[in-house]
T-cell receptor
């Protein structure tokens, strides 16, 4: 059983819809991440939060809006998406104590289809 | 800028044979190197990491990896492959640029044939 839970597992939305992806980690970690996984492409880092503060925004379009209310929860708010945004969105967490040697713990992802 | 290359899209091996999944990296400082595995409809799972010390690191499910600084490589190995090892494998490098950033390779699909 993963210590990182993502909901929903599957989401189909139209281009004019607004939806949110949710991630919760039960590991006591202080850093959380959103990654995008598309077919035949490397994982793309989207956002990084450390102690609820955003430390990385990897040139992600504004139609993706992250929110991190506390160290255990991470949201990705979606609006006016494009069909090319269809992908598996993965949330991850890690315990960063200033050394960077901790591995990432991933959720099982949300499979997003934009119609 | 840091980068990770996995030169093989796919590796095929017979069950019981040794397997190698290749990875090379490029970083400006000392690398933290990782291997992850992804099974269908699941997220990535951590297999092993190299931080410092012995160049041969051992991880989960009988996997090991060899760090080679001169060749900037970190190949994943297993002495005897199982059909259940069939999955997508990712090499990753972590470096401090502001905060810590993990960059993944494109992934290598491993097929183990019975």
């Amino acid at each position: 059983e993963t210590g990182v839970t993502q909901t929903p597992r599957h989401l189909v939305m139209g281009m004019t819809n607004k939806k949110s992806l949710k991630c919760e980690q039960h590991l006591g970690h202080n850093a959380m991440y959103w990654y995008k996984q598309s077919a035949k492409k490397p994982l793309e880092l989207m956002f990084v939060y450390n102690f609820k503060e955003q430390t990385e925004n990897n040139s992600v379009p504004s139609r993706f809006s992250p929110e991190c209310p506390n160290s255990s929860h991470l949201f990705l708010h979606l609006h006016t998406l494009q069909p090319e945004d269809s992908a598996l969105y993965l949330c991850a967490s890690s315990q960063d104590r200033g050394q960077g040697s901790s591995p990432l713990h991933f959720g099982n992802g949300t499979r997003l289809t934009v119609t | 800028a840091q980068s990770v290359a996995q030169p093989e899209d796919q590796v095929n091996v017979a069950e019981g044979n040794p397997l190698t999944v290749k990875c090379t990296y490029s970083v400006s400082g000392n690398p933290y190197l990782f291997w992850y595995v992804q099974y269908p409809n699941r997220g990535l799972q951590f297999l092993l990491k190299y931080i410092t010390g012995d160049n041969l690191v051992k991880g989960s499910y009988g996997f090991e990896a060899e760090f080679n600084k001169s060749q900037t490589s970190f190949h994943l190995k297993k002495p005897s492959a199982l059909v259940s090892d069939s999955a997508l494998y990712f090499c990753a490098v972590r470096e401090r640029i502001g905060g810590f950033k993990t960059i993944f390779g494109a992934g290598t699909r491993l097929f183990v044939k019975a």
